[in-house]
Nanobody, 124 residues
């Protein structure tokens, strides 16, 4: 069993930065994959970025490529999402998720564990 807890959300002006954290409790295996998703008001939850628990494979959605960076600290059992150049359209609840297989997939149905989410609001 894996438990995930997001933190670091808040309100920021357009062009600003935030760093989200996802604290992980429970045993993580080398085959696991982590990801960030987000749900904007009135929209479906969408993939943002993903990373293997071991190795260097990452993936990003097109809207955030070049602005967001996903990383992890295995010793601290934490995943991060550094968000730079924030835009009002990045406003959403951000969730971290984990799956027990090694592929970074973009469909939320492929993930087994979810955090409660953290709100990010970007004002223009």
């Amino acid at each position: 069993q894996v438990h995930l807890a997001e933190s670091g959300g808040g309100r920021v002006q357009a062009g600003g930065s935030l760093r989200l954290s996802c604290a992980i409790s429970g045993r993580m295996f080398s085959s696991y994959t982590l990801a960030w998703f987000r749900r904007a008001p009135g929209k479906e939850r969408e993939f943002v970025a993903g990373i293997r628990w071991f190795g260097s494979i990452t993936d990003y959605s097109d809207p955030v490529k070049g602005r967001f960076t996903v990383s992890r600290d295995n010793a601290a059992n934490t995943m991060y999402l550094q968000m730079n150049g924030l835009k009002p359209e990045d406003t959403a609840v951000y969730y971290c998720a984990a799956r027990t297989y090694p592929e970074v997939l973009t469909n939320e149905g492929d993930y087994d564990y979810w955090g409660q989410g953290t709100q990010v609001t970007v004002s223009s």
